[in-house]
């Protein structure tokens, strides 16, 4: 079992350019979330899709769309990158079943836009 | 606004015990997380605590009072593979996860 997926691992962007980061998850999870990680400052919430179909915007979800076409894969768009999206992107998963609902992550791709 | 504070580094001796601690202002409380994160890698899950009191696994235990918007992370008998960023997260009203800075943890020999 896999778990979380990301791809590219890393990307070096010029401005400007249209990226599409990938995650797929085989958990069978109902919530997937975006989230970026920049140095000192914590985890911020891009946007998230609680079931198949249904998206959210975030904390901080200017210049970036998601789309949630089935349970295992919830792709992030940046349809024109700027330098201040240079962050290490964080795809993560949970089971909305009820209980702790902890979220699970993927390896994260790093992506530098010059 | 929302806030989660924690000390920002930390250094502890291989062997010790060592307390993270984190103090949050959130809209609600839905729950409250620790996750570890090694330098390069991916957060991953240490415990979860949505009641007041001391949930214990293994050499981790985590501590809730939510009447004082409180939480800590206990590590015992430290080992030089704790060296890692701690991440507190609080669950809010809307359900979602505000997340600390990080602790990032030193171990010395």
């Known amino acids: 079992i896999a778990g979380i997926t990301q791809a590219p691992t890393s990307q070096i962007l010029a401005a400007g350019r249209r990226m599409t980061l990938r995650c797929t998850q085989d958990?069978?999870?109902?919530?997937m979330y975006w989230y970026r990680q920049d140095l000192g400052l914590g985890l911020r919430l891009i946007h998230y899709?609680?079931?198949?179909?249904?998206?959210g915007k975030g904390e901080v979800p200017d210049g970036y769309s998601v789309s949630r076409a089935n349970t295992d894969d919830f792709p992030l768009t940046l349809a024109s990158a700027v330098p201040s999206q240079t962050s290490v992107y964080f795809c993560?998963?949970?089971?909305?079943?009820?209980?702790?609902?902890?979220?699970?992550f993927g390896p994260g791709t790093r992506l530098t836009v010059l | 606004g929302q806030n989660i504070d924690q000390p920002t580094e930390m250094t502890a001796t291989e062997g010790a015990i060592v307390q993270i601690n984190c103090t949050y202002q959130?809209?609600?409380?839905?729950?409250l997380f620790w996750y570890q994160q090694h330098a390069g890698e991916a957060p991953t899950f240490l415990s979860y605590?949505?009641l007041d009191g001391l949930e214990e696994k293994g050499r981790f235990s985590s501590f809730l009072s939510r009447s004082k918007g409180y939480s800590y992370l206990l590590l015992k008998e430290l080992q030089m593979k704790d060296s890692a960023s701690y991440l507190c997260?609080?669950?809010?009203?809307?359900?979602?996860?505000?997340w600390g800075a990080g602790t990032k943890l030193i171990i010395k020999p």
């Open positions: 993560a998963s949970s089971d909305l079943s009820g209980g702790a609902d902890t979220q699970y």
């Open positions: 958990m069978r999870h109902n919530a």
């Open positions: 899709s609680n079931t198949a179909g249904t998206t």
């Open positions: 959130t809209s609600g409380f839905n729950g």
């Open positions: 605590n949505v």
């Open positions: 997260a609080v669950r809010d009203s809307n359900y979602q996860l505000i």
